[in-house]
Antibody, heavy 128, light 111 residues
Framework: QVQLVESGGGVVQPGRSLRLSCAASGFTFSGSGIHWVRQAPGKGLEWVSLISSDGSLEYYADSVKGRFTTSRDNSKSTLYLQMNSLRAEDTAVYYC?????????????????????WGQGTLVTVSS | QSALTQPASVSGSPGQSITISCTGTSSDVGGYNYVSWYQQHPGKAPKLMIYDVNNRPSGVSNRFSGSKSGNTASLTISGLQAEDEADYYCSSYTGSSTLAVFGTGTKVTVL
């Protein structure tokens, strides 16, 4: 069955960096775009980023652009989220989520899909 | 990009039907048929319930249905059951640099 397992969360001081990983199994990882979605404690969901199936295209929410970078190693079926210059408002559970049906043509999204399989999440706490 | 607006809570008795609204703008909900809904039980990851406004993934009960009118999407749960008690979130494509936006979330209580 499809599995996404996040790791790398923890407590980090403001301004520092952290890298999350997401190990995938049960599907053809190299054939799927993958999102990061986060949820602050007791709050709603927030889309963070999308990386295309081959890793050539990345998209970010305005709230993290320039600070977060998503990447992937298809040979290891693993997704990464490098988070720099962390702020208190980045405190959240971070989910990696498989994309279904989003299509991109020459960098332009021509069809938006949906978030069809979610990992269990990893908690990142930014605090001094 | 502002979060889509959902009622904070909705409740109903077992067997009843309830509807959760999700209001956005012409730049998100009203502009695309890319609305999806997610169910989240406490301490668990969200689960896809509806995609593309009114489509159910395999394995999701037909008691769940979706619709859209203008800038407002809706999720209806018919024949309410105890297991439906959870938080529900809508989501829409935005076409902007922040590609997707979620709703504020609705807590469904089964009385």
């Amino acid at each position: 069955q499809v599995q996404l397992v996040e790791s790398g969360g923890g407590v980090v001081q403001p301004g520092r960096s952290l890298r999350l990983s997401c190990a995938a199994s049960g599907f053809t990882f190299s054939g799927s775009g993958i999102h990061w979605v986060r949820q602050a404690p007791g709050k709603g969901l927030e889309w963070v980023s999308l990386i295309s199936s081959d890793g050539s295209l990345e998209y970010y929410a305005d709230s993290v652009k320039g600070r977060f970078t998503t990447s992937r190693d298809n040979s290891k079926s693993t997704l990464y989220l490098q988070m720099n210059s962390l702020r208190a408002e980045d405190t959240a559970v971070y989910y990696c989520v498989r994309d279904h049906s989003t299509r991109v043509v020459r960098g332009v999204i021509t069809q938006w899909g949906y978030f069809d399989c979610w990992g269990q999440g990893t908690l990142v706490t930014v605090s001094s | 990009q502002s979060a889509l607006t959902q009622p904070a809570s909705v409740s109903g008795s077992p067997g009843q039907s309830i509807t959760i609204s999700c209001t956005g703008t012409s730049s998100d909900v009203g502009g695309y048929n890319y609305v999806s809904w997610y169910q989240q039980h406490p301490g668990k990851a969200p689960k896809l319930m509806i995609y593309d406004v009114n489509n159910r993934p395999s394995g999701v009960s037909n008691r769940f249905s979706g619709s859209k009118s203008g800038n407002t999407a809706s999720l209806t749960i018919s024949g309410l059951q105890a297991e439906d008690e959870a938080d529900y979130y809508c989501s829409s494509y935005t076409g902007s640099s922040t590609l997707a936006v979620f709703g504020t979330g609705t807590k469904v209580t089964v009385l």
